[in-house]
């Protein structure tokens, strides 16, 4: 009798034991944080680490797809008529960006490397070969006229050359010509005279198989937070284009790796040399990819609005005080002056005015809007699109009968979609990963469950206990009865 009740009150000691480890696990959050702590000193660039590996040589598909804008109404335009556009794409190449020439320094906490880029054009993805033929805003020479304008011997030259060799405001050009560029004749004129004139234009010339200059990256050794965070790039620890420092920072990494354990309210910093400017992304929803958990990141739209909206913004306004409104970016000053505009495609979040400007816009945030969808444990990404249109301002400029009537417009040319999916063997990787931490930490889960066992039968063998002198009792009255 002794025995079996000592049996049973350990029984419900334990099951409080249980109970009050378990929840207290619960709270401190200790099992979690144990998993996190294994991932952050695990993703460090150091030479050997799986996460190294991934980052030297991207083991996921990416894709570069771009979509033209083809003109179908040049001689309305030069009167001063709206411009419509049909989109033609995609034209998709293969990616590849491995990370070169790295060296480690100052005791492994950085290091430096070129990322290489290298296009392989996919007809099979594409909508046609490299040869289509698109009509659009030739760039060349509406660089040199706004060069040019002020001086009216030069303008003269120019145009009385522009006319000479029929070329205007629109050009009909190959996809691959524009993409990787060509021989422009007024360009090659100009080079007769100033050898510093590249007689080449194309919006990606000279991108193919080079890298954008050195970087010098955080290998996260220090501080899981630092992990692929850009220090420097060209040796410069800031950028120079912008009119305030806050601008001109570079901020984050380059947008293809994050650090590992990214919380729901956090900001994701990226540097994006294409937009020649560091942004970021903030969270948007929970995702899931081939069973494997995911946070989107999504830029807000804060991050391109005007003045009104977000006074940071002043910054980025070229030269200084002269803002072009929201959701449009003046990188002409890092793209050798030419009178480049960048935006979302189709003008996604930007003003309407410029959505109506051009007839064939059509703004989708589906389609058109950059998406990183991030393993939050780990920092990988599971999947990502980047997009981003390059436009051209367009204006009337006197000297040049070339430009006819023209009305002062942003013209869309071109929007890319480089695009990633995490490869099938990585998300097993990633599979395996959770399994481990959905184990550890559901163990004080396990504990509570096991305590809320024991505590049942703790009370039923104290029902048991009890029973024979409770029915002992009231049986007495039937009995007597
Ligand atoms: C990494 O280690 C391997 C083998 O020890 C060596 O060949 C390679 O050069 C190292 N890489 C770097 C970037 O130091
Ligand atoms: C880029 O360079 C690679 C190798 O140099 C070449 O095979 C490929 O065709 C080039 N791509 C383009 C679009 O020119
Ligand atoms: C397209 O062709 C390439 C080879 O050029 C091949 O590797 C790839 O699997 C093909 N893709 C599709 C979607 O057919
Ligand atoms: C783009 O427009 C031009 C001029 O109308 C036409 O010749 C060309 O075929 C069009 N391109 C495509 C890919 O349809
Ligand atoms: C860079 O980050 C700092 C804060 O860390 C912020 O104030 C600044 O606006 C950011 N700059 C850009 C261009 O994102
Ligand atoms: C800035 O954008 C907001 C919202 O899109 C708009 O209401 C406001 O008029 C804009 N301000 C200026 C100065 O364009
Ligand atoms: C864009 O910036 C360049 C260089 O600062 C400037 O010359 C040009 O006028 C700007 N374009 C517009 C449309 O503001």
Not at 276 to 284: K, P, Q, T
Not at 458 to 471: H, Y
Request: aromatic letters at 12%; charged letters at 20%.
């Amino acid at each position: 009798m002794l025995l079996k009740s000592c049996c049973i009150y350990s029984t419900g000691v334990c099951s409080m034991l249980f109970l009050i480890a378990g929840i207290a696990l619960v709270l401190s959050n200790v099992f979690p944080r144990f998993v996190q702590s294994m991932v952050e000193k695990d993703v460090v660039l150091e030479n050997g680490t799986e996460a190294f590996k991934a980052w030297e040589n991207p083991p996921a598909p990416i894709y570069m797809q771009f979509y033209f804008f083809n003109l179908t109404n040049p001689m309305e335009v030069l009167d001063g008529d709206r411009p419509a556009v049909v989109e033609i794409g995609p034209y998709t190449y293969r990616e590849y960006r491995p990370m070169e020439q790295i060296n480690f320094l100052d005791n492994d906490t950085k290091l430096t490397s070129v990322n290489t880029k290298t296009y392989i054009f996919q007809l099979n993805m594409s909508r046609g070969p490299e040869s289509d033929l698109i009509r659009t805003v030739n760039i060349p020479a509406l660089t040199v006229m706004e060069k040019v304008k002020d001086s009216f011997i030069e303008a003269n030259l120019v145009s009385s050359y522009m006319k000479s060799t029929g070329e205007g405001l629109f050009t009909t050009r190959t996809v691959g010509e524009l993409l990787w560029g060509y021989e422009d004749p007024l360009l090659k004129a100009l080079h007769t005279f100033k050898p510093e004139v590249d007689n080449v234009f194309g919006l990606f010339y000279k991108s193919n198989a080079s890298n954008d200059g050195e970087y010098v990256f955080f290998t996260g050794r220090q501080n899981y937070k630092d992990f692929s965070r850009v220090d420097t790039w060209n040796g410069e620890s800031s950028l120079n284009w912008w009119t305030s420092d806050e601008c001109n920072m570079i901020n984050g990494t380059n947008g293809a790796f994050f650090h590992p354990v990214i919380t729901k309210n956090e900001a994701l910093y990226m540097f994006s040399p294409e937009l020649c400017r560091s942004l970021y992304a903030l969270y948007e929803e929970d995702v899931t990819m081939k069973g494997v958990h995911g946070y989107r990141f999504v830029p807000p739209s804060e991050v391109f609005a005007n003045l009104t909206v977000n006074p940071a913004n002043a910054g980025f306004c070229v030269p200084a005080g002269n803002c072009l409104g929201s959701g449009l970016l003046n990188v002409s000053v890092c793209k050798q002056g030419a009178p480049i505009i960048m935006s979302s495609p189709h003008f996604y979040q930007a003003d309407e005015k410029f959505v109506n400007d051009v007839f064939g816009m059509v703004p989708k945030k589906e389609y058109h809007e950059t998406t990183i969808d991030i393993n939050p444990l780990t920092g990988i990404l599971l999947q990502a699109a980047n997009r981003l249109q390059i436009n051209v301002y367009v204006e009337q400029i006197p000297r040049f009968s070339q430009t006819g009537n023209v009305r002062t417009l942003v013209f869309p040319v071109v929007y890319l979609n480089e695009s990633v999916v995490l490869d099938d063997t990585s998300v097993e990787k990633l599979q395996a990963i959770a399994g481990v931490q959905n184990v550890v930490v559901n163990i004080p889960f396990m504990l509570i469950g096991l305590g809320i066992v024991l505590g049942g039968i703790f009370m039923f063998l104290m029902c048991r206990l009890s029973v024979p002198e409770s029915t002992a009792a009231e049986r007495q009255p039937l009995l007597s009865s």
